[in-house]
C-alpha cells in the first residue's frame, strides 16, 4: 500500500497509476451525463429539454476525445506517415459523427452518439497497441464510455414515455 501513496505532485508513485486529477476530471465529466439522463427521467414537464442537453453534452465530450488522436499523431515520433495520416483523420471523425448526431432526429442522435463513442474506444485500443499509453488510459476510457452510453439510452428511454 505505501507504493500507492500520493507525492507531492499528485501522481500515484507508481508510474502506471493514474494522476488523480486525470480521474477528477475524466469521472467528474460523467456528471452531467448522469444528471441530464435522470432529469430526462423524473422531470417530465422538461424531459425534451433535458434529453436534448443530454445529447448536446454527449456530442462535446464526443468531439473532445478525438482530439486525443490529433495529440497523438503530433506527438508520437514512431509513426510511419501513413499510421501519422490516419490518426490525424481519424480524430476528426467523432466531431463530424457529433455533428450529425446534433441534426437528426433525437433517437437517431442517441444511437449516431453511442455509435461514436464505441467505434471512438475501438480506435484507443489501436492507438494502444502503436503508442505506450499508460495502463490506466484504455479501462479508464471503456468505463468512461460505458456510462455515457447508457446515459445516452436511459435519456433517450426517459424522453419516449
Same mark, same amino acid.
Given at each position: 500500500?505505501a ?7 499528485g501522481?500515484?508513485?507508481?508510474p +502506471?497509476?493514474? &494522476?488523480?486529477? *486525470? !480521474?477528477? #476530471?475524466?469521472?467528474g ?6 444528471a ?6 423524473v422531470?417530465?414537464?422538461r424531459?425534451?429539454?433535458w ?6 453534452y ?22 510511419a506517415p501513413r ?7 481519424? +480524430?476528426?471523425? &467523432?466531431?463530424l *459523427? !457529433?455533428f #450529425?448526431a446534433?441534426v437528426v432526429n433525437?433517437?437517431v442522435?442517441d444511437v449516431v452518439l453511442?455509435?461514436?463513442?464505441m ?8 492507438m494502444?497497441a502503436t ?15 460505458t456510462?455515457?452510453?447508457l446515459c445516452l ?8 414515455w
Amino acid at each position: 500500500m505505501a507504493s500507492e501513496l500520493s507525492n507531492s505532485t499528485g501522481y500515484i508513485d507508481d508510474p +502506471s497509476a493514474r &494522476p488523480r486529477i *486525470v !480521474a477528477w #476530471l475524466g469521472y467528474g465529466g460523467l456528471i452531467p451525463f448522469l444528471a441530464l439522463a435522470g432529469l430526462a427521467c423524473v422531470d417530465r414537464e422538461r424531459t425534451v429539454l433535458w434529453h436534448e442537453s443530454l445529447r448536446a453534452y454527449g456530442a462535446v465530450i464526443l468531439s473532445f476525445v478525438g482530439a486525443l488522436h490529433w495529440g497523438f499523431a503530433m506527438m508520437h515520433g514512431g509513426l510511419a506517415p501513413r499510421q501519422r495520416a490516419a490518426a490525424f483523420g481519424w +480524430s476528426v471523425v &467523432p466531431a463530424l *459523427v !457529433a455533428f #450529425l448526431a446534433l441534426v437528426v432526429n433525437s433517437s437517431v442522435g442517441d444511437v449516431v452518439l453511442a455509435g461514436g463513442f464505441m467505434a471512438h474506444y475501438w480506435r484507443d485500443r489501436g492507438m494502444a497497441a502503436t503508442a505506450a499509453l499508460p495502463a490506466w488510459y484504455l479501462p479508464m476510457r471503456l468505463r468512461l464510455s460505458t456510462v455515457a452510453i447508457l446515459c445516452l439510452a436511459v435519456g433517450a428511454f426517459g424522453a419516449s414515455w
